[in-house]
Structures are given as structure tokens and as C-alpha cells.
């Protein structure tokens, strides 16, 4: 496993993509990202750096700026903890590490605390199967130019900052005269997140099917406490077989995140649509594209963009649920929801019953465990949370091996 920290230099102006320019502010706290990677991945994460020093930023890199007298350990855990983001490059050795899965593990642990956000990149066309990381979008870096890579490394790991572009108009727009050779194809960055076994959340995604293919649509939020399980609900309600007949490829998923303001919200959703962004405000020509036909837009922790650009987040869902025919999900930590939306009565997911939790267990760290005489007690200390359940039980599973 390798560490890359990046760290914004100060006051500079860098080149951030072909013909744009952006001006770091020095007194914004700096940034820090911690990326976690295997051996081979080596070239991408020495690429990742260099763009990332390149665009202005600074980057520590085990292999540039470690000494053979360092304590490896102790600078991981110090990376980890003090990491303002933790970036993962998921490639087929990632997967075998056992080393790798409790670094991205510990992570899911901060980001579930309400700081440092996952953000997986594919650096290969590989199965993604742990579920955790499964139920995230991962954004693929493969098969793209050197300069798409590099944009979309660099969208990732900016931050909230002022915006580059007018922010959208919350007005009434005539419909944007779309052509056929803008009609949105399937794409890498913003597909559904793979399908895995969940428990005892049968009601809770057949109630948010029915909101999606009801003939009257309004915006439906999923709400609840960190680690509940809103975005495996979520999951699965999107690949649910009626819902997979009704809306085909046209079912978006964004993860918000790490999106710190609505613009970048707004840019992810016009990665998925295959609209390119340009100095004019793209929301009227996505709005377009969504109404040709019947659509689902789910914002995945849409409470991060909220509680950073409460306005901007409230306006741009608002023209959100104006689309005719667009579902609209939002999965938010807590249970305060944004103002001035017409939102559905929410789905609220609650902690998992001392059975299901038990169940999940044993799904994932073998029935094995199944006859422990401590595990009854082991899963009620869990407070019924999936996610700390699912993280112990990989721990249960045992056996550390070297890469």
C-alpha cells in the first residue's frame, strides 16, 4: 500500500484544464487526500501525483518522499487520520489485499463520522464484489484520453471553492432544443452501483418502488442516521426488475460526497448524461434531456452539498422536481430535509432488528460463527447499525496475508 497526501500549495494560479484557470486561495484550510493503492498500481498513482503537483497542488508519494528510516505503519495511520478525503484506486490486486481492505475499511469508519469521504477510481476493467465498496459509484479512469483523466482526477479532489461558472439561474427556462445526437448513453462515471444481499429492508425498498413507478412523481427522500443502509436501499430499489424494465439505461446515480456545492453536483449529473459543460449553465439542457423520457436521478448524501451551498443545493433540487417524468431520490443523513421542495412523506430506515443484524453477519464472515455463544451479544452492542455489523464481520473473517 502506498500514500499519496495533497496538499494545497497557497495563493497560486494553475492551469486546471485546456484554456481555464483557477486562483487557490491561501487562507482556505488546506486539503489534504489520503490515496490507498496496491504495488501494481504504482504508474497510476506516481500519474495521479505528478497531474496533481502539475495543476498546483502538493503530493506526498511513498515512493518520492519516504526514507528508508521512516515507520511505514505509523505514517499510514497519520495519513488516515488526518486525511480530509481518502482516495482508493480499485484494480483486481487492490481486491486481493488484505492490507488494502482494512485501509479502505478504516476509512468507510471516518467517512461514516461525518468527514473524509471515500472516493473510488477504477484504474482497470474489474469486478468491484466487497459490498461496501460495491454500493459506491466508482469512477473509471481506464479507457479515457490522458486529458479526461486528468480533468476528472482534479474535479475530484478540488473541493468547495467559489464557483467558475454563473451558478443556474432558479428561474423558468424554455426547453432546451435538444437533438438526437445528444441523447445520453450508458457511461463509466454515474452507473448504478452493483446489486448485493441486504436484510431486513424488504419494506422500505418495495415503498420507494412504488414511489418511482408511480404515475405521479415527486421527489422521494431516504433518510436516517450514518451507517443505516440508505444507500444499499437505494441500490437495490434502482435495480429492482420492474424498475430496470421501466427506466432501461436512464438511471442516474450521483454521489454526492464529496461535491461540496451545487455546481459540482450539477457537473456530475452532466457526466451521466454526456452533456458537456461549458461557460453557459448547463441545468436547462439537462432538464431537456431528462424529460424525453421517463428518468431516475438518485442523489446519494445529498446532505453533503446541502449543508455546504444550502441555497445553491435547494434551487437546483427545486428544477430538479420540476422535471416532468424525472423521479427524484435524495438519501440524506438525519432527518431534516432541504426547504422548498415538494417532497414525498420520507422513507425513514431505521436500525436493523437483533435478527436481520445477525443475519448479516453471517453472510458475510461464515456461518461458522453461527454457534458463538458471544455472538448474539457481540451484534445487539452494534445498536443494529449495518455498517458496523458488515465491518466486524469482515474482521471475524481473520487471516491477514501479505500482499
Known sequence: MEVLQVHLRGHKRCALSSGSAAIIDMTARVQTSFISYSRPDVPWARWI????????????????????????????????????????????????????RQEWTAAVRTEEDGKAPLLPFRVEDCPVQDPLLASRVYLDLFGLSRQDARDLVLAQVRGAGRPRAEPPFPGAEPPYPATAAEEPAPVAVGHVPADFPIFGRSEEVQRLVRHLLAKTKRPVPVIGGPGIGKTAICVKALRNPRVVKHFGSRRYWVRCNGALSAEAVLAMLATSLNVRTGPADPLPQI???LERAPSVVVLDNADTPWEADPDGTEALLQRLAAVSGLALVASIRGRQRPDYVPWQKPIEVRPLSPRDGRRLFLDK??????????????????????????LLAWQAQGGVQPR
Open 49 to 100: 501525483g505528478w497531474q496533481l503537483e502539475a495543476a498546483g497542488y502538493r503530493v506526498i508519494l511513498q515512493d518520492w518522499d519516504f526514507s528508508g528510516g521512516d515507520v511505514f505503519l505509523a505514517k499510514m495511520n497519520d495519513a488516515l487520520r488526518d486525511a480530509d478525503r481518502t482516495i482508493v484506486l480499485l484494480s483486481r490486486s487492490y481486491a486481493a489485499s488484505h492490507y488494502c
Open 287 to 289: 432538464c431537456a434531456l
Open 365 to 390: 464472515a461464515g456461518h461458522g460463527f453461527a454457534d458463538d455463544p458471544h455472538l448474539d451479544e457481540i451484534i445487539a452492542a452494534q445498536d443494529g447499525l449495518p455498517l458496523t455489523i458488515s
